[in-house]
């Protein structure tokens, strides 16, 4: 069983700066991709940052210098760093890995985080 599991969602005013933290918990092999989607109500989930088992990195068009991905491979944990917060930013926030359990050591599978609410205004 494997779970992920964010924090650091809240409200901040346009320019602010938020923290998310993402844990991978369960019967963990590996980890290859860990990153962040958003969504907002009536629109597709969107690409925010995701980064490799290897530490390259892919951002979002709208986030790029603004958030940054960072990953703790002892703790299975990703953060995303969210700075020049802008009203469009607000979504929920989804956490996203892609997993090799114990289980299944040779099979690769997508996990989602249960999502924390990211609110910019002012």
């Known amino acids: 069983q494997v779970q992920l599991v964010e924090s650091g969602g809240g409200m901040v005013q346009p320019g602010g700066s938020l923290r998310l933290s993402c844990v991978a918990s369960?019967?963990?092999?590996?980890?290859?991709?860990m990153g962040w989607y958003r969504q907002v109500p009536g629109k597709e989930r969107e690409l925010v940052a995701i980064?490799?088992?290897?530490?390259?990195?892919n951002y979002g068009d709208s986030v790029k210098g603004r958030f940054t991905i960072s990953r703790d491979y002892a703790k299975n944990t990703v953060y995303l760093q969210m700075n020049s917060l802008k009203p469009e930013d607000t979504a929920v926030y989804y956490c996203?890995?892609?997993?090799?359990?114990?289980?299944?050591?040779?099979?690769?599978?997508?996990?989602w985080g249960q999502g924390t609410q990211v609110t910019v205004s002012s």
């Open positions: 996203n890995a892609d997993i090799r359990s114990y289980a299944w050591p040779s099979r690769s599978d997508t996990y």
């Open positions: 369960g019967s963990i092999f590996s980890i290859n991709v």
């Open positions: 980064e490799s088992r290897v530490g390259s990195t």
